[in-house]
């Protein structure tokens, strides 16, 4: 169907308005974390994987980190378990650690590879073992009650240190990483790490341009349900001080926070909900989530 006057005009102005973000952001990296909708609906999956390779072709690097507890969960739920969490934290028993190296290692991984890789792209999927790329350490929670007691929750890590040789590597080829959020330990041990602190780490290390974070929320909102964005790392720690930002948004925010005060020009919490969210944050004035700044 031919275009109407109008509606060429307008789809030439949406290109128009692309280029200066293209032009700016070329040759810089982009760091994704994926989760939420966007990683179980058909279409949202497809049109991710296209935005994806679309940023990779007008020159960017992106970067994919992703999650899978729904994936988890089904899992465990088919072996008989029952997922156990403590303060957001997954427990992480051996049985259920090799679990989460299956779907996340495995199964989610490879589909976001191949989704990429169907599309255009040259994908390669990565956990923090290969190389090891995420070093970790056991993850203990304080207990609950406010005491100083440290729960132990088993195979659930933080960050220790992370290699980015494997990933500028991938970036000289060609080639989209995808990680998955599994570290290694100094005995080798698998340590199941929370995506969002990986992705955080990972934008920090590589001193990337952008983090952008996909949700189930169109972003940071007030206490009126307000969307909020414009943000200073000042004003998220005002939001953090008088309870704005809590629950399931914490981590999502904590390490969003800290990738901005150490280095990442800006972290976009953006609504995964939305068709070719990427694209629209990335490439449009007006975007679809909540940016945080440094300043």
Known sequence: MPLTPSTAAAKAQILAEALPYIQRFHGKTIVVKYGGNAMTDANLKQGFARDVVLLKVVGMNPVIVHGG????????????????????????????????????????????????????????????????FIRARQLKVRDSSGGEDLL????????????????NLLHTRNFIPVIAPIGVGENGESYNINADLVAGKVAEILKAEKLIVLTNTPGVLDKNGGLLTGLTARR????????????????????????????????????????????????????????????
């Open 69 to 132: 507890g729904p994936q988890i969960d089904d899992l465990l739920k088919r072996v008989g378990k029952k997922g156990e969490f403590i303060q957001g934290m997954r427990v992480t028993d051996a049985e259920t650690m090799d679990v989460v190296e299956m779907v996340l290692g495995g199964q989610v991984n490879k589909e976001i590879v191949n989704l990429i890789n169907r599309h255009g792209g040259r994908a390669v999927g990565l956990t923090g073992k290969d190389g090891n």
């Open 236 to 295: 998220v720690d005002e939001l953090f001080a008088d309870g704005t930002i809590s629950g399931g948004m914490l981590p999502k925010i904590g390490s969003a926070l800290d990738a901005v005060k150490n280095g990442v020009n800006t972290c976009h919490i953006i609504d995964g909900r939305v068709e070719h969210a990427l694209l629209l944050e990335i490439l449009t004035d007006e975007g679809v989530g909540t940016l945080i700044r440094r300043h």
């Open 152 to 167: 132990d929750i088993g195979q659930v890590g933080e960050v220790v240190s992370i290699d980015p040789e494997i990933v």
